[in-house]
Structures are given as C-alpha cells and as structure tokens.
C-alpha cells in the first residue's frame, strides 16, 4: 500500500476507534439499544397462496371421524405442491399426531377445534425428542416438526390436547422408574438412537415441538390442556411465537420453552399455566454440556402471565447456558403466581446465564418478584456451579410480594452484575433474602413491608 494510502487508513482508525468505543460504552450503559438489531434477526415465514383444506382430504367437521389420515393427507399434499396453508375449516375433528413439513402453515380457523386423542398408541412409532432436556426416541409429540423449515401454525382456533386427571397428567406420579434411567443413559453416553422409551415408560409428550427447524410461527391460535410442555421449540431459530393463548393447569404445563434455540420473539400472549409461564432451556447436565448450545437473542414483551411456578424463568435445564434475554412490558399477577423473573440451577446443570435484562415489568401478586436460586433440586452437590452474571431489572412495579429480592448462590459462586433500577416493590411479607451477591446496585428502588396485621 502507498505511503499516501496508509496514512488515510491510519486517519480513519485514529477517527474510528474513539467512535466505536463511545459506542461500546453507550451499549454497556444501556444494553436495550441491542435490540434493534436482534429483533431484526426474527422473520416470520411467509408462504405461498395456496390452500389445502381438510375437508378435501377426508376430513369431517362434524360426527366425530378421526382426521388423522386427512391432516397427513393435506400436508403432504401441501408440500410437495411447495407450500400453502393446510387450513381446518370450523368445526370439530379429533386427530392423532400431526407431523408438520417445510412449507406448511397449518391454520386453524375461527370456529375449528383440533381434538388430540389421549391413546398413547396413537402417538407411536418413537421420535427423536427431548424430554426435560435430554435427548432419546419417544412418543410423538402432538404437533411435530423435525429438522423442517419454514413452519408455522395460526388462526383464531383451538388446539385440544385433552389431557387431564384421566388422561396424561397421572403418568407425572407414575414415570420416575423411565425418568431415572433416561438420566442415568444421559450421563454414561448412551448413544440416542438406544434411549428408546415408549408404552409402559409414562414419559408424557410435549404439545408442540419444532425440533432442529428454521423459520418458525405459532400465532393467534389457543393451547388447551397439554400432556406437559406446551409450546418446546428445541435447536430451532427465528422463532415467532405470537398472540397465542395458553390455558393448561396439569404438571410441568410449561407454556413456552424454548431451547437451545436462537432469536426467538414471544409477544402478546397469554399464559395461565401449571408450572412456569416461560422457561428457557438448554439441555440437563451431561446431555446439556454434550450438545453445548445455549438459548440465546430471546425477547419476551407485551405478555401477560397468571397462574405459574415463574412468569420470565431461565431453567432449570440450562446446562447449555442463557444469553442476551430481553423481557419488557409484561403484566403478572396471581396467587398462585410463585416467581415473577426466574432464574434455576445448581451444581449438576452448572452453564453461564448472562445478559438477562428486564424492563416496565407489572406484578400484582407474586410470591418472590425477583429470585435467582443456585440451590434448586440438587443444589450444591455437583462439580458444576453455574454461572450467573449482568441481570438488568428496571422499572418494576410489584404491588404485592413475601420478597423482593430473593438470591441464593453456591459458595464460590457468586451472582455479579445484579442492578435493580427505578422499580417499587410495595406490601413486602418478608423483604429480601440476600445470599452471595457481588456489587448489588439498588437506584431508585423503593421496599415497602406489608402493613402490620392487628
């Protein structure tokens, strides 16, 4: 390069530099001015105009005939025509799983309720699944999708999965034998292909599982009654989850749980669930740390949250480790709301969750606003302390709690990076619980106890 040329070059980054680090500071001030760009990463699919209707595939909206073969029928049909929308007109049809392809939208229309039969042999041959964070070959999930692109499911309908006290939900009491050995194969290695699980097993399916995909949508429709997790994208990215409603009071009805997956939009939604309303997800302990792929560019806003364990949770199979999570703009309330922002591990899911930032947060009752707890289930009793670092959380308004705050961490382990902002935590029963926190900064931040009862 010419003498000339290399002091041009050399006047450039005297300029650049001071710019870019003015930048870099700006952003470590306020980290919301990354957002811009993640939510520019996050593209719904489109699709072509074409329609597949159910009813021309044998479907029946009325007189209870099983759909299954129509839904199989139209989405193939679908897309090998290069995708539509395979659309299930009003009306009732009970269906077996349905098994999404790239190109398809499956839309559920004003009027229509897609049944899912509770016969667990309907839901057989095994898939390549994730149950709780590790990989094996199981029951189909209801609505599945593996390794497709460009999925989506919308429309003002319903989607049934009938679970209940009959149906699914007993099988939480009845799994710990199958549990315990997926677990114990998860850590000796056994290849996924042997982990195969099934009828007698009682590992119940998840709803709706996009596995290994790209592009993905889930709006307008509403989720009734899962087996457990509800809505699982797992190693998935550009997801959109949208104005969907989530009603399902069983155990571990997770409402959305993305995992291992990469910019994901959840907004405008509603949960009233059986566990947490929002969990992300990495993977559990040697199967998490074997696939080592976090969740990650996730923005959370505008939803509102009811019953749970956790309204926004990382956790607790975050051996993967969490990054860059934006919630903002979300309502909760309940009494049978425990967390409002959550964050679980312990020493055998260890991971780094960093960058968790929250902003214009509503609780009305809540158990803890606030918690971050190291100590969940196996607590200290693993060689792998998590990580938790650079929590944001500004502008929250609680109107009633037992804490505040609420932290507990692994000797060692500290949580750093904790900022709390412009936030009131009003009609506190227990104030806050404070265990190995490292630069705490409260600024701005009102705690009022509950007035003393006569």
């Not at 001071?18 to 990463?41: F, K, N, Q, Y």
């Not at 039969?117 to 209801?142: C, I, K, Q």
């Not at 998860?186 to 399916?205: M, N, S």
């Amino acid at each position: 390069m010419k003498p000339r040329a290399l002091a041009v070059v050399a006047l450039l980054g005297a300029l650049l530099v001071p710019w870019l680090a003015g930048d870099e500071a700006a952003v470590a001030d306020d980290p919301w001015l990354r957002l811009p760009a993640i939510l520019a990463r996050i593209k719904p699919p489109t699709f072509p105009a074409r329609d597949f209707v159910i009813t021309d595939f044998g479907a029946r909206a009325a007189g209870g005939a099983d759909a299954t073969s129509a839904f199989r029928s139209a989405i193939e049909a679908c897309h090998r025509a290069g995708g539509g929308r395979v659309v299930v007109p009003a009306g009732e049809y009970p269906t077996g799983p349905i098994h999404l392809k790239s190109g398809v939208n499956l839309h559920v229309a004003a009027g229509a309720t897609v049944r899912f039969h509770t016969d667990p042999a309907r839901y057989l041959p095994a898939v390549f699944t994730r149950w709780e964070g590790v990989e094996l070959m199981n029951y189909s999930p209801l609505v599945y999708a593996f390794e497709q692109q460009d999925v989506a499911i919308t429309g003002e309908g319903t989607l049934d999965g009938q679970a209940d006290e009959t149906h699914w939900w007993p099988w939480k009491k009845s799994q710990k034998p199958a549990r315990d050995r997926l677990l114990r194969m998860a850590e000796d290695g056994v290849p996924v292909a042997e982990r195969v699980f099934g009828a007698g097993d009682d590992l119940r399916p998840n709803f709706i599982q996009t596995y290994r995909c790209r592009n993905v949508l889930i709006e307008g429709v509403t989720i009734r009654s899962s087996p457990m997790w509800v809505i699982h994208p797992v190693l998935s990215t550009n997801v959109t989850v949208r104005d969907v409603k989530v009603l399902s009071m069983g155990p571990n009805s997770d409402g959305c749980d993305p995992e291992s997956s990469s910019d994901v939009l959840i907004e405008d939604s509603l949960f009233d669930t059986g566990d947490d309303c929002i969990a992300l997800k990495s993977g559990r302990n040697a199967d998490g740390r074997r696939l080592q792929t976090p969740v990650e560019r996730v923005v959370v806003r505008n939803c509102r949250m009811r019953a749970g364990h956790g309204g926004v949770t990382i956790g607790s199979e975050i051996s993967g480790g969490a990054r860059d999570v934006y919630a903002e703009r979300c309502q909760m309330s309940s009494p049978e709301l425990d967390r409002g922002l959550r964050i679980k591990t312990n020493a055998m899911r260890g991971g780094v969750i960093e960058n968790v930032f929250v902003r214009d947060v509503e609780i009305g009752q809540v158990g803890s606003a606030v918690d971050i707890d190291m100590l969940y289930e196996e607590g200290a009793s693993g060689p792998f302390p998590p990580v938790v670092r650079n929590v944001r959380v500004e502008r929250m308004t609680v109107a009633q709690a037992q804490h505040a705050l609420f932290v507990r961490t692994i000797p060692g382990s500290p949580v750093t990076g904790l900022i709390v902002r412009d936030s009131v935590f009003r009609r506190l029963g227990r104030g806050n619980r404070l265990e190995g926190v490292l630069g705490l900064v409260l600024d701005g931040v009102t705690f009022e106890p509950a007035p003393a009862t006569k």
